[in-house]
């Protein structure tokens, strides 16, 4: 695909040209993917960050925010209530922290509970950017794919994104390293940012093609109100709406270009949309990933406005997942643990 036929799909505004694109894309999942769902259950572990992102609920620099971190206990004891409810994949994400104290703390979490679960457990981790060393060690603990989203791949627009500390070149040396360590690599981007044009989106899916990414988690960007980027923004229908349409083109041009890499319908669809779950499973996405933080965290958590499920217990967080994968006439893929078809491909080759 060119870039021009890209920007024209993503900027298609005809209902039957859209639904035509989400027919083709969800074609090419059902090819290269199948008509099925994987899941990871979600664990937010902390909000402690020491970054300060503009657009980030959990920044630094928001005051307002109560910070937690769960103990060791409490994350072992919800991977286990994963694995005898049929979850074959994790996610352990957190905000940036570095420190000997906090490299351990993941390495021996990791190893217990590949330990507990037979190694049966698929380990994503989404902690950020760290040192080769400390990738190194999570990677040997028994994690084999790492989340590191690099939020917007145009250099220019990171960089109004983010504090001067916050480095573009440091965030892609990450992406580098878990590479080397052979890790599954996820990225992803926000969509619809503010100065965000169609030609930003295009360079988001050559970002992903370049680096050869394994997993895609992508969202609509939605403000938060206690950040300078959101602060004064209101989600009008209109806005919600746009930001909604906007993720699902990406993720249907994503698919389209990138074929075989796992793509996740993430919460954001569903902050703007009630079936916004089912509509990315539909637009060529095949991951989900239900949120099995305790309630009692889940709003320390917000990483932007509306994010849905906040007072909803994994019991009820399972039974909405499987309603909406059923209504999307999907299957889900209990018990296995969906890694990207992307990584071995490039593994054969
Ligand atoms: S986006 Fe990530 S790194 Fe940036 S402030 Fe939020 S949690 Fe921290």
């Known amino acids: 695909m060119t870039d021009s036929e890209l920007e024209r799909l993503l900027a298609l505004s005809d209902p039957a040209a859209i639904a035509a694109l989400y027919d083709d894309a969800y074609r090419v999942k059902m090819e290269c993917i199948g008509k099925c769902v994987s899941i990871r259950g979600l664990i937010e572990i902390s909000n402690i960050c020491r970054k300060n992102c503009y657009y980030c609920g959990?920044?630094?620099?928001?005051?307002?925010?109560?910070?937690?971190?769960?103990?060791?206990?409490?994350?072992?004891?919800?991977?286990?209530?994963?694995?005898?409810h049929r979850f074959a994949s994790l996610v352990l994400q957190s905000g940036e922290v570095a420190s000997e104290a906090f490299t351990s703390f993941i390495e021996e979490i990791v190893r217990e509970i590949c330990a507990r679960t037979g190694n049966g457990m698929g380990i994503t981790l989404s902690l950020g950017e760290q040192t080769?060393?400390?990738?190194?060690?999570?990677?040997?603990?028994?994690?084999?794919?790492?989340?590191?989203?690099?939020?917007?791949?145009?250099?220019?627009?990171?960089?109004?994104?983010?504090?001067?500390?916050?480095?573009?070149?440091?965030?892609?040396?990450?992406?580098?390293?878990?590479?080397?360590?052979?890790?599954?690599?996820?990225?992803?981007?926000?969509?619809?940012?503010p100065g965000q044009t169609i030609r930003h989106l295009v360079k988001d899916l050559r970002f992903f093609q370049a680096y050869d990414i394994d997993m895609i988690g992508m969202g609509p960007y939605i403000p938060h109100e206690d950040t300078p980027l959101g602060a004064g923004m209101t989600l009008t229908?209109?806005?919600?709406?746009?930001?909604?349409?906007?993720?699902?083109?990406?993720?249907?041009?994503?698919?389209?270009?990138?074929?075989?890499?796992?793509?996740?319908?993430?919460?954001?669809?569903?902050?703007?949309?009630?079936?916004?779950?089912?509509?990315?499973?539909?637009?060529?996405?095949?991951?989900?990933?239900?949120?099995?933080?305790?309630?009692?965290?889940?709003?320390?958590?917000?990483?932007?406005?509306?994010?849905?499920?906040?007072?909803?217990?994994?019991?009820?967080?399972?039974?909405?997942?499987?309603?909406?994968?059923?209504?999307?006439?999907?299957?889900?893929?209990?018990?296995?643990?969906?890694?990207?078809?992307?990584?071995?491909?490039r593994h054969e080759k």
């Open 132 to 193: 080769r060393e400390t990738y190194r060690r999570w990677r040997d603990a028994g994690a084999t794919r790492y989340l590191l989203r690099i939020e917007a791949s145009d250099p220019e627009l990171y960089r109004r994104l983010h504090p001067a500390d916050h480095s573009y070149e440091a965030r892609t040396e990450c992406l580098h390293m878990l590479r080397e360590l052979d890790y599954q690599v996820g990225s992803g981007v926000m969509i619809g940012l």
């Open 58 to 84: 959990i920044r630094s620099g928001n005051g307002k925010v109560a910070r937690f971190r769960i103990s060791r206990e409490e994350i072992l004891e919800t991977a286990l209530w994963a694995h005898r």
């Open 237 to 345: 229908e209109e806005y919600r709406k746009h930001q909604l349409e906007l993720g699902l083109k990406m993720i249907a041009c994503a698919r389209l270009l990138l074929r075989d890499v796992n793509i996740a319908s993430t919460t954001a669809l569903q902050a703007l949309d009630p079936k916004g779950r089912e509509l990315g499973l539909l637009a060529g996405a095949n991951v989900i990933m239900p949120n099995l933080t305790d309630t009692a965290y889940r709003s320390g958590y917000r990483l932007y406005a509306g994010k849905p499920g906040l007072d909803e217990s994994s019991e009820r967080s399972l039974e909405a997942m499987s309603r909406s994968v059923e209504s999307a006439g999907e299957t889900i893929l209990w018990g296995a643990r969906g890694d990207s078809r992307h990584y071995f491909r």
